[in-house]
């Protein structure tokens, strides 16, 4: 009885917890203090890649609408 009325007790209770902050030690991530983090000017093919980025943006943004609008009229018959 006395068991059932401490697990009831522990269901019931309502509070704001958390785990404890572990800083430090072996589950650390590595990139917590990298040299060029957030310096992006700095790192390798960072150019490269933001270019192929934005390119790829672009592309897509103005290749979508023009499937869609070919799409249409091609089942529509006008093409």
Do not use: C
């Not at 589950?27 to 150019?47: F, G, I, Q």
């Amino acid at each position: 009885m006395l068991t059932s009325k401490v697990a009831i007790r522990m269901l019931t209770r309502r509070s704001i917890h958390s785990s404890s902050i572990v800083r430090g030690g072996h589950h650390e991530p590595d990139y917590v203090h990298a040299k060029y983090m957030y310096n992006l000017r700095n790192e390798r093919m960072s150019k490269p890649v933001a270019a192929a980025a934005v390119g790829g943006a672009v592309a897509f943004g103005i290749g979508v609408p023009f499937f869609a609008v070919w799409f249409s009229q091609k089942k529509a018959g006008v093409w």
